[in-house]
């Protein structure tokens, strides 16, 4: 059996179309436009190239964006000035400080210093504790995007064994929270399980979110399983040419297609449904905020 690829590049694109959709109708009928703000302070590559794909997709869908660079040696008082501005300031709908933060900058304070009903990214500790008890929340985009796959994959999630590997803020834990909050049985493995092998053959959804290259195994897996491969890993391809790399996930592609039923792929799985639901997110806030009907 050949597993069925779940491909987020087109699903982050049906959710793009929908949203788009929507704001046009809030521009038209209400005469509001959803507007995004993404701080982004020092220059780490990585985190550019998340910047600017964020703000080339938020116009794209019809959203204001609002770009804010800030020097790596940005002081926290400027830091926290502009967000409490941003706070105030009526159209932005949306506040995203791109992580990691230079280390002189506490990455706690700054994002709890973001009016919980424009943190979009979901990692204040108010919307962590909303998520945790059930509450309307803003949710983290990743965990989010896996979830909209599994719905749209399996239905009705109620009852099925989850198994997340991962146990992290922003990935493992509000993952593990989806699930429970969709009635599956949930297990957190992490670096300290016993057995994650027996562990991960419970699964009946495997949602791989570790950090390392091809870490899970084909013979981890259950014949039929759901896995979502969270994982974004570079590693050298000789193949494609001398010091070139390729982006692999945390589970064993090749060997994974084999046994499970259906499977994210490493790129065009997580990753392009990760920035689908931030605009999803900005969207939800701007309707919240103005006392609109939100988005489904
Ligand atoms: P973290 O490093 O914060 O967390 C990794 C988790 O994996 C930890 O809980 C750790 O356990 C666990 N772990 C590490 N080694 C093992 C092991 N040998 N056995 C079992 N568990 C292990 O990573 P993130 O959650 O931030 O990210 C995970 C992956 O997802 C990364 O590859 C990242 O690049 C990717 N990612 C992808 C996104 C997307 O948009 N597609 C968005 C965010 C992340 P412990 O807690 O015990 O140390």
Known sequence: MTAT?????????????????????????????????????????????????????TVGVGMNSYEH??????????????????????????????????????????????DPAKDVDGFHISNVGRLGTGQKAMVPCTPLGCLMMLRDQLGNLSGLNAVVIGRSNIVGKPMAQLLLG??????????????????????DILV?????????????????????????NRIPAPEKGEGKTRL???????AAREVAGAITPVPGGVGPMTIACLLANTLTACCRAHGFAEPE
Do not use: M
């Open 248 to 254: 692999v996930g945390d589970v064993d592609f090749v």
């Open 69 to 114: 660079r800030l020097p790596a040696e940005t002081s926290e008082t400027e830091l926290l000035d502009l967000i409490a501005r941003l706070n105030a300031d009526k159209d932005v709908h949306g506040i995203l400080v791109q992580l990691p933060l230079p280390s002189h900058l506490d990455e706690s304070l700054v994002i709890n210093a973001i």
């Open 5 to 57: 690829l779940i491909d987020g590049t087109a699903f982050a694109a049906t959710v793009r179309e929908k949203v788009a959709a929507h704001v046009a109708r809030l521009k038209e009928v209400q005469g509001v436009t959803p507007g995004l703000a993404v701080v982004l302070v020092g220059d780490d590559p990585a985190s550019e190239v998340y910047v600017r794909s964020k703000g080339k997709q």
């Open 182 to 203: 969709d009635s599956c049985t949930v297990t957190i493995a992490h670096s300290r399980t016993k057995d994650l092998p027996d562990v991960a053959r419970r699964a």
């Open 208 to 232: 791989a979110a570790v950090g390392r290259p091809n870490f899970v195994q084909g013979d981890w897996i259950k014949p039929g399983a759901t896995v979502i491969d969270v994982g974004i």
